[in-house]
């Protein structure tokens, strides 16, 4: 009898046609940004309202724009910046994988800046809105890093009920950190995301709800991150830390900076 689980080897791709094909991944992508449009066109018209639902379907757009340019440029220039600028070709194979959470949240960072310049929308207030509905994609992107068997955690000892053994990471059980990021990234900090937005006083203080965000996510990431195997490129950085963790710190400082401007 095996001790631990043995990951259970899903196909990455749902559904091939030809030599065409729809990948788990790809669908994460896509349900995380319908689920936040569709939630957003409501939080936008609330009490203090900052935006009309038509300009939430305009913006969305933006959002995946941001979200796909910025995480595979923030990947390149924030991971592997040598290998990529040495075959530039590279940079554009998406299908291959290779994302960055901290590169996609700058590029939705720059793209709703634009967005609400051109439209005489207030800025932090449509921000807070993104930041309740973000973790939404978040959340199902970790699962379909755990479809994938990507991502896998550290070792971990073999009397932990849920230990999982991920075949491409060799006979040694792991950490699923895939499903521990999914739950804090995801399920607890939309939870928290979701109760603090039903606030009317808190939804009125700009920049508030954002802040939380940032702060959130930094904290869950670098929690999650403790029980994340390091990038083999990368590797374990100065004191034992994770770049993921690195790049989280000036997100929780900017997360603070706004909670304090917001009071």
């Avoid at 065409?20 to 991944?25: N, P, V």
């Amino acid at each position: 009898m095996i001790p631990v689980l043995l990951f259970p080897q899903f196909d990455p791709v749902i559904v091939q046609f030809g030599p065409f094909g729809i990948r788990w991944y790809a669908l994460a992508y896509i349900a995380g940004l319908v689920a936040g449009w569709r939630i957003m066109r409501r939080l936008v018209t609330r009490a203090p309202a900052v935006a009309a639902p038509a300009q939430v379907d305009d913006f969305l757009t933006w959002a995946t724009l941001g979200v796909v340019l910025g995480g595979r440029l923030g990947y390149v220039l924030f991971y592997q910046p040598a290998t990529y600028f040495a075959h530039p070709a590279m940079i554009f194979a998406v299908w291959e994988g290779g994302m960055s959470f901290h590169g996609g949240m700058l590029g939705v960072a720059i793209a709703t800046a634009w967005f609400c310049r051109r439209n005489a929308i207030p800025l932090l207030g449509f921000a807070d809105r993104i930041a309740v509905v973000a973790p939404i994609g978040l959340g199902f992107g970790r699962i379909a890093n755990f479809i994938n068997g990507e991502l896998w955690g550290r070792p971990a000892s073999p009397d932990l009920p849920w230990a999982m053994i991920f075949p491409r990471a060799g006979m040694i059980p792991r950490h699923p950190s895939q499903i521990y990021q999914a739950l804090l990234e995801g399920l607890l900090l939309f939870t928290l995301m979701w109760i603090v937005s039903r606030r009317e006083s808190l939804r009125a203080r700009f920049g508030l709800l954002t802040g939380i965000f940032l702060c959130g996510y930094a904290v869950a990431r670098i929690i999650g991150e403790c029980f994340r195997e390091p990038d083999a490129f990368l590797g374990f950085l100065a004191f034992g830390t994770t770049m993921g963790q690195i790049l989280s710190v000036p997100m929780f400082i900017a997360g603070l900076w706004l909670i304090l401007r917001a009071r």
